[in-house]
């Protein structure tokens, strides 16, 4: 038996030595004495995690932690450590590590535990573990940067690995092939891996699903699914119309790897669960049991809002259902008045009583009423309770969505509002946004979905120990739509990766690509922007908060894309993009819903994204874009047919330069008062040259290009941000 002596004042304690599993059956808060073999060491950064034969936890060294912890503490060490139980993102820790011995040096590891991704559970939680044949999923040709990385193992299970900063792996290829995958098995809220290096990532040769189904030729009666199998196969869908439930089978018996399946025979506007079983050799995988949907028999009419005037003369004759507050009140009003069964609400904040009041009558005349609501927010409107039910969620991070479902059951009546509107006086009369209704029961029936997974129940009450919010929620719901002939896709963070779905949006653009967003830091989104901006895509955007931690604003500009700060005194609060509007030929599309462009609504806010291929739609937005383009003040002037702009206008401390027409991208400027006193001159060059007004004071100015095509004088503001 073990104890550890630790003399402070007056008073000694001493603490028993306990194994790992008998730690973490202790509540949070405990004082713990464990010793164990460490895992890792600073490749996963300042978190250490120790296993011992019955269990592991992680130790992190937070305040209050004995000195030199991170930087003394290896991997092969067996330590002694007393320290105080926590959860961190659901993750149970040992922190502050109060005290710490280093008994031994260079220790054998133990060995890895062969597991596949849905048998990760708090058993394995903290301790070695390998994952055999798995797969990264849409990672790119190497790691570029700290972050998750999707993966699938041979069932088509997904999950993630996550690399710190100082990780090995960081800038090294992605395996195209399968491998078997060795790490620390964590979590930040749902389960990750943590590999240490090149060496925790081996080649596989297995038998798998080398791609997951996907679905098209979507109809009112059925669709095709297609997949494809690492070696030549045979197999069998199991489905049916709930998860728990296949009760039908269609054989597919043929060898092959490249597989497809017509599904026939099914109702309109329903959600199908089907999984695939392949079969080869004496090998068996099975996919994920996965919805897919049928084309609904509702009208399939999109309705698009904005709460701001758009410039006409960019729509082509184009008009918006409506471009004024009172338009989006009205509609809103409108939908709820119109309920005949059932309203689901999912809103960020309200502070409208009015729209409340709607709700009210509703339930008044026998709607059923169920409302989801932010815990972090104010809510206002929702106070004293109402006589619905509303359920605060997502108490580690925001329920961040802005939609409604009506009638999901009856295909004429359904409807679904997303968008980026809050229901708050600023959201609705002064700031940016846009919010559109969609006449379609699949889609209404696919949010219903969502809802009751957080919601925690299909009935008119929640059920809280079923309610699952951010990480917590599964990939399971339907991405494909037919909705009015033109095709949809939907999906839920952050449980949908859709921060991969709106790069591959991006990257599908041949001619143009605007974007309008709040918050933007995702390297990704940014990276793919730039990209398409080196391959000639006219690439515009609109950025509202340029100033948070690792915004996209800078290395935009710097990689001489045009990109704004949006420094008026009502916000951009749109989450929008639009691609090749104006080119009906290039599949125009939008993406919109609550989603920022950021880490938090990737892997932690509840949200909803539409991509809506769809060219009127997409030119009402670009529409909605070059009004808000023109009123931050971009100014132009065109010298021998190359078009010299300067922006933003009015500027803090820089101005960019962009040349259209011309491969020269330099030249001199000078900087005037309006009295036309001379306060700064230089040199610019290069795509996206920066020109600094940092020296100068508030007011106005005349700048002057002076180029190989002629000099252009443009009239600034400088102001403060």
């Not at 999707?150 to 690399?163: E, K, Q």
């Not at 000639?536 to 931690?549: A, H, K, Q, S």
Request: proline share 5%; charged share 15%.
């Amino acid at each position: 038996m073990f104890f550890l002596l630790s003399l402070g004042g007056a008073n000694a304690l001493v603490c028993q030595v306990i194994t790992l599993a008998q730690a973490r059956s202790l509540p949070v808060g405990a004082a713990v004495t464990v010793r164990g073999i460490i895992l890792n060491g600073e490749e996963l950064g300042n978190v250490r995690f120790m296993q011992d034969g019955t269990a592991g936890i992680a130790l992190f060294p937070g305040n209050g932690s004995q000195s030199g912890f991170a930087a003394l503490v290896d991997r092969g060490d067996s330590i002694l450590v007393t320290g105080t139980l926590t959860r961190f993102n659901g993750l149970l820790e040992i922190s502050p590590v109060i005290n710490y011995e280093i008994l031994a040096k260079n220790q054998p590891l133990p060995p890895a535990k062969l597991l596949r991704i849905n048998q990760f559970s708090d058993a394995f939680e903290s301790q070695l573990v390998q994952i055999d044949c798995t797969s990264f999923i849409g990672a790119g040709p190497i790691f570029s940067g700290s972050g998750t990385y999707a993966i699938a193992d041979a069932d088509g299970t997904s999950s993630a690995i996550y690399l710190a900063t100082d990780n090995p792996l960081l800038a090294q290829p992605v395996p195209n092939e399968p491998s078997d995958i060795t790490g620390v098995l964590s979590r930040y809220g749902s389960f990750q891996l943590l590999p240490r290096g090149p060496l925790d990532l081996a080649h596989a040769s297995c038998f798998f699903l080398s791609n997951p189904p996907q679905q098209s030729d979507i109809t009112h009666s059925g669709f095709k699914l297609s997949w494809e199998t690492s070696a030549p196969a045979g197999g069998k869908l199991m489905y049916g119309l709930q998860p728990d439930h296949l009760d039908q089978s269609i054989q597919n018996p043929a060898l092959a790897v490249e597989h497809s399946t017509v599904f026939s025979n099914l109702q309109p506007g329903t959600i199908y669960w089907i999984q695939i079983q392949a079969f080869s050799d004496q090998d068996t995988v099975y996919s994920n049991v996965l919805p897919f949907c049928t084309r609904s028999t509702s009208s399939g009419q999109i309705k698009v809002f904005f709460n701001q005037g758009i410039d006409l003369a960019a729509a082509n004759g184009l008009e918006p259902d409506g471009n004024t507050y009172e338009d989006v009140l009205q509609e809103l009003i409108t939908r709820i008045n119109a309920a005949q069964v059932s309203i689901d609400a999912a809103i960020y904040n309200n502070s409208r009583s009015d729209l409340t009041f709607a709700l009210r009558q509703a339930n008044d005349r026998g709607v059923q009423i169920r409302y989801i609501a932010a815990e972090s927010t104010a809510n206002s409107a929702l106070k004293p309770s109402p006589p619905f039910p509303v359920l605060y969620g997502n108490s580690a991070a925001l329920m961040h969505n802005k939609f409604l479902v009506i009638d999901a059951d009856l295909a004429d009546q359904a409807w679904v509002m997303s968008g980026s509107m809050n229901w708050t006086n600023g959201n609705m009369i002064q700031d940016n946004n846009n919010v559109v209704f969609i006449q379609d029961q699949s889609l209404a029936r696919t949010y219903e979905l969502e809802f009751e997974e957080m919601w925690g129940s299909k009935e008119s009450l929640p059920n809280l120990p079923n309610s699952r919010f951010g990480n917590q929620k599964a990939d399971n719901t339907p991405h494909r739509f037919i909705i009015g002939d033109r095709e949809v896709e939907c999906y839920f963070s952050p449980s949908d990766q859709v921060t991969e779905k709106i790069v591959e949006a991006i990257e599908s653009a041949d001619h143009q690509a605007s974007f309008a967003i709040f918050s933007f830091t995702k390297d990704e989104i940014g990276n793919a922007f730039i990209a398409e901006h080196n391959a000639g895509t006219w690439v515009r955007g609109l950025i509202e908060n340029i100033n948070d931690l690792g915004a996209e604003y800078w290395p935009l500009l710097n990689s001489g894309v045009p990109v704004q700060a949006h420094m008026k005194a009502a916000q951009l609060h749109h989450k929008y993009a639009v691609l090749d509007a104006g080119y009906p030929g290039s599949d125009p599309m939008v993406v919109t819903g609550s989603h920022n462009w950021t880490q938090t609504a990737e892997t932690s806010n509840d949200e909803n994204t539409l991509i809506i291929h769809d060219p009127d739609i997409a030119t009402l937005f670009q529409a909605e874009f070059e009004q808000r383009w023109a009123e931050i003040g971009t100014a132009s002037h065109e010298i021998d047919g190359v078009r010299l702009e300067i922006f933003p206008n009015p500027a803090t401390d820089h101005l960019a330069v962009r040349e259209y027409g011309s491969d020269f991208w330099s030249g001199n400027y000078e900087i005037y008062t309006v009295s036309g006193q001379l306060v700064a001159n230089g040199f610019y060059a290069g795509a996206g040259a920066i020109i600094s007004l940092s020296g100068l004071s508030q007011g106005s100015y005349l700048v002057s290009l002076k180029t190989e095509h002629g000099i252009a004088v443009f009239p600034v503001q400088k102001i403060r941000y």
